[in-house]
């Protein structure tokens, strides 16, 4: 059974430091993984989707990593600013698991202080 | 582009009752799941519908249903509703039949009481 660990559960940063959000999978056999943000009672807004073949993916200061083999992935945030507070969260769809099932980690809340 | 909408947003509802929730998808995407999200339970997987059937199923009770229309729109059903129920109820959609890139819906919030 997959199963997909964020750690730390809560970040905070003072703003301009670069953030680093981890993220582990227990089973390598992933489509893909998609990193997510979802601000306090809203909803999930994708901010990244790696294929499994692709080591890295990046949109502005946004650049996540992928290693398969190791079942791990890192969200590199750079130059962090207060608007950046929100929880990340990972999610892989398993190739064991049919159609478009995702297994969801915890989340790291990130707090940005001005 | 319209994004992923849910309606209602916020409900209230008593135990024993049922409740109906809409998940429309972007524009041209027939894939829509659902994911339950609680502070205890983070987010899991209720069931994914591509053209109107079910392609996959979470481990929640039969209490939770769900349906997909010709025109891709998807609604979630929870029957005798429980305290537990309460929760923030996400809907996903996809443009195709393969794995991609998921999109996700404000959520409909339901409080049970």
């Known amino acids: 059974k997959q199963e997909v660990t964020q750690i730390p559960a809560a970040l905070s940063v003072p703003e301009g430091e670069n953030l680093v959000l981890n993220c582990s999978f227990t089973?390598?056999?992933?489509?893909?993984l998609q990193w997510f943000r979802q601000d306090p009672g809203k909803g999930l807004t994708s901010l990244l989707l790696?294929?499994?073949?692709?080591r890295e993916q990046t949109s502005g200061r946004l650049n996540a990593s992928l290693d398969k083999s190791s079942g791990r992935s890192t969200l590199y945030i750079a130059a962090s600013q207060p608007g950046d507070s929100a929880t990340y969260l990972c999610?892989?769809?398993?190739?064991?698991?049919?159609?478009?099932?995702?297994?969801f980690g915890g989340g790291t809340r990130v707090l940005v202080k001005p | 582009k319209a994004g992923v909408t849910q309606t209602p947003r916020y409900l209230i509802k008593t135990r024993g009752q049922q409740v109906t929730l809409s998940c429309s998808p972007i524009s041209g995407h027939r894939s829509v799941s659902w994911y339950q999200q609680t502070p205890g339970q983070g987010l899991q997987f209720l069931f994914e519908y591509f053209s109107e059937t079910q392609r996959n199923k979470g481990n929640f009770p039969g209490r939770f249903s769900g349906r997909q229309f010709s025109n891709s729109r998807s609604e979630m059903n929870v029957s005798t509703l429980e305290l537990g129920d309460s929760a923030l109820y996400l809907c996903?959609?996809?443009?195709?039949?393969?794995?991609?890139?998921?999109?996700f819906g404000e959520g409909s919030r339901l409080t049970v009481l």
């Open positions: 790696i294929q499994s073949s692709q």
């Open positions: 089973d390598s056999a992933i489509y893909n």
């Open positions: 999610a892989v769809i398993g190739i064991k698991a049919a159609g478009n099932k995702l297994t």
């Open positions: 996903a959609s996809l443009r195709g039949s393969d794995t991609g890139e998921l999109f």
